[in-house]
């Protein structure tokens, strides 16, 4: 069967079928990093995770790139605004670079503690200037771009299907166009994509080009670093859906119209928003929470994982404490059975039918759009299913764990307290002797002789264990 996907361009699921067999080429948009990511940016990384550990159980090999966005990126997604990275230095008095080295830093630490696989290639925009300056000179080539105001702007009349990730009305957006608009632009969806002079001054990082010294625009930079990464034409393309109607639309209709391929990227998955109580959770609101937050407050970062699993990634989530406790409380669960698995014995090599209709209902829905919801219903089947042994459990939880990424491979088994005195400990161990020679009267006697020491034998999946009566 193959992996299906939801493709935001044609609005579908659709079977996923790569462009080199065996291989899939994957563009995730990384963090700005003038901040902690919130808990809502990282429910973004862990469903681009998911997808790439879905991909790579399915078979394929997966090159996953993923940028860190230091510059570039303002306070609006119509050129409207500040550079938030300056904005930051301002505010805080550090350096720009300062603070892209501390929120990349707290950033990784992040994808750590949630145990995300680090993308194949992470790359920051501040090391491929020069891959934009080209790419912006291919375009200025090929007669879609234009000067205006000391910026180059993309021209996005020079394109006939500009819009067609979002969907948009062109005719509608230019009759409606109530946001203050950049005078410079010939068409207020023109974007930019290199500011020379800018209206924000005191712009730290700036660089050489043909046009001036300046700075690249936001969406130029995924389109370079993508294309320099991964070729012209590559398979997926992902982000948070707020990336839709301008940012990819945006790299959509430069890339495009730089080399030429249509469909540049043949499958974008978009994930849904985390909300709050007030909406979309978002750094500009102020009121944000972040994964030390939680950690601070006792949580293990895993307990958001698995909160974030509980939901489908194409759905909203509301985030709240009584949801993170309830996810706490079952990944504890799930831990604590696991536990118990591994006290009674090894992973087996082989498992039989029962064992293997729960892996089965397991990946079909992971690989059916990612539904994880169901994949977890399916994985409490067999933790719960008295019929299948805990050594298959074993085996069956950790290739789901190749997905859900617990760490069940690291729990240690669950330590049996040992109760009783040596005396009937030693009658315990005559008596398991005897019930394994199936001596069972010696067995029962045995029973009896440690009853008469004051303890009862009771047989458990992790062997004989004695309680006092
Ligand atoms: P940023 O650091 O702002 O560039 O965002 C990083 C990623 O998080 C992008 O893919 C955004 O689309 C995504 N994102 C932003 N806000 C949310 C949210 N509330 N829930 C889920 N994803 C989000
Ligand atoms: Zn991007």
């Given at each position: 069967?193959?992996?299906?996907?939801?493709?935001?361009?044609?609005?579908?699921?659709?079977?996923?079928k790569e462009?080199n067999p065996?291989?899939?080429?994957?563009?995730?948009?990384?963090?700005?990093?003038?901040?902690?990511?919130?808990?809502g940016?990282?429910?973004?990384?862990?469903?681009?995770?998911i997808?790439?550990?879905?991909?790579?159980h399915?078979?394929?090999?997966?090159?996953?790139?993923?940028?860190?966005?230091d510059?570039?990126?303002?306070?609006?997604?119509?050129?409207?605004g500040?550079?938030?990275?300056?904005?930051?230095?301002?505010e805080?008095?550090?350096?720009?670079?300062?603070?892209?080295?501390?929120?990349?830093?707290a950033?990784f630490?992040?994808?750590?503690n949630?145990?995300?696989?680090?993308?194949?290639?992470?790359c920051?925009?501040?090391d491929h200037?020069?891959d934009?300056?080209?790419?912006?000179?291919?375009l200025?080539?090929?007669?879609?771009?234009?000067i205006s105001g000391?910026n180059?702007?993309?021209?996005?009349d020079?394109i006939?299907?500009?819009?067609?990730?979002?969907k948009?009305n062109?005719?509608?957006?230019?009759?409606?166009?109530?946001?203050e608009v950049?005078?410079?632009k010939?068409?207020?969806?023109?974007?930019?994509?290199?500011?020379?002079k800018?209206?924000?001054?005191?712009q730290?990082m700036?660089?050489?080009?043909?046009?001036?010294?300046?700075?690249p625009g936001w969406?130029?930079?995924?389109?370079?670093?993508?294309?320099?990464y991964?070729?012209?034409?590559?398979?997926?393309?992902?982000?948070g859906?707020?990336?839709?109607?301008?940012h990819?639309?945006?790299?959509?209709?430069?890339?495009?119209a730089?080399?030429?391929?249509?469909?540049?990227?043949?499958?974008w998955?978009h994930?849904?928003?985390l909300?709050?109580?007030?909406?979309?959770?978002?750094?500009s609101?102020?009121e944000?929470?972040?994964?030390?937050?939680?950690i601070?407050?006792?949580?293990?970062?895993?307990?958001?994982?698995?909160?974030?699993?509980?939901?489908?990634?194409r759905?909203?989530l509301?985030?709240?404490?009584?949801?993170?406790?309830?996810a706490?409380?079952?990944?504890e669960?799930?831990?604590?059975?696991?536990?118990?698995f591994?006290?009674?014995g090894?992973?087996?090599?082989?498992?039989?039918?029962?064992a293997?209709?729960?892996?089965?209902?397991?990946f079909?829905?992971?690989?059916?759009?990612?539904?994880?919801?169901?994949?977890?219903?399916?994985?409490?089947?067999?933790v719960r299913?008295?019929q299948?042994p805990?050594?298959?459990?074993?085996?069956?939880?950790y290739?789901?764990?190749?997905?859900?990424g617990?760490?069940?491979?690291?729990?240690?088994?669950?330590?049996?307290?040992?109760v009783?005195?040596?005396?009937?400990?030693?009658l315990a161990?005559?008596?398991?002797?005897a019930k394994?020679a199936k001596?069972?009267?010696?067995?029962?006697q045995?029973?009896?002789?440690?009853?008469?020491?004051?303890?009862?034998?009771k047989?458990t999946?992790?062997?004989p264990?004695?309680?006092?009566?």
């Open positions: 069967m193959p992996v299906k996907l939801f493709n935001t361009m044609s609005r579908r699921l659709e079977d996923f462009i065996g291989e899939v080429r994957m563009y995730c948009c990384g963090p700005t990093v003038y901040n902690y990511a919130h808990i940016n990282l429910r973004t990384f862990i469903f681009e995770d997808l790439h550990r879905t991909l790579e399915a078979g394929y090999n997966v090159l996953h790139v993923m940028n860190i966005t510059v570039g990126h303002l306070t609006g997604d119509g050129d409207d500040e550079d938030k990275m300056s904005k930051r230095a301002k805080t008095g550090r350096s720009v670079w300062d603070i892209a080295k501390f929120y990349t830093d950033f630490t992040d994808e750590k949630l145990n995300i696989v680090r993308p194949n290639i992470v920051k925009a501040t200037v020069q934009m300056i080209k790419l912006i000179q291919q200025e080539a090929n007669g879609h771009t234009y000391g180059v702007y993309f021209s996005i020079t006939d299907d500009y819009g067609k990730l979002a948009l062109l005719h509608e957006l230019k009759e409606g166009a109530r946001i950049d005078e410079n010939r068409n207020p969806k023109d974007f930019v994509l290199w500011f020379t800018s209206k924000f001054d005191g730290a700036t660089w050489d080009s043909p046009w001036g010294v300046g700075y969406h130029i930079e995924c389109s370079a670093m993508s294309s320099k991964l070729g012209d034409h590559f398979d997926i393309h992902c982000g859906i707020d990336a839709i109607p301008v990819h639309t945006n790299e959509i209709a430069q890339s495009e730089a080399c030429g391929h249509k469909p540049w990227v043949n499958y998955c994930g849904e928003f909300l709050n109580d007030k909406g979309k959770m978002s750094k609101s102020g944000f929470l972040t994964l030390p937050v939680l601070e407050k006792g949580y293990n970062p895993l307990d958001y994982r698995y909160f974030c699993l509980t939901g489908h990634y759905s909203q509301k985030f709240s404490y009584e949801a993170l406790d309830q706490r409380t079952a990944r669960g799930l831990f604590s059975k696991v536990a118990e591994k006290a009674a090894e992973a087996s090599e082989s498992v039989g039918e029962k293997k209709s729960y892996r089965d209902k397991f079909n829905a992971m690989e059916n759009d990612l539904k994880a919801p169901q994949a977890l219903a399916a994985m409490w089947g067999i299913d008295n299948v805990s050594t298959e459990k074993l085996t069956v939880l290739e789901m764990d190749e997905i859900l617990l760490e069940l491979d690291k729990i240690e088994p669950k330590k049996i307290e040992i009783g005195t040596p005396e009937a400990l030693e161990k005559k008596r398991a002797e394994k001596d069972f009267a010696l067995a029962d045995l029973r009896d002789e440690i009853l008469s020491l004051g303890f009862v034998v047989d999946p992790q062997g264990v004695l309680e006092k009566v």
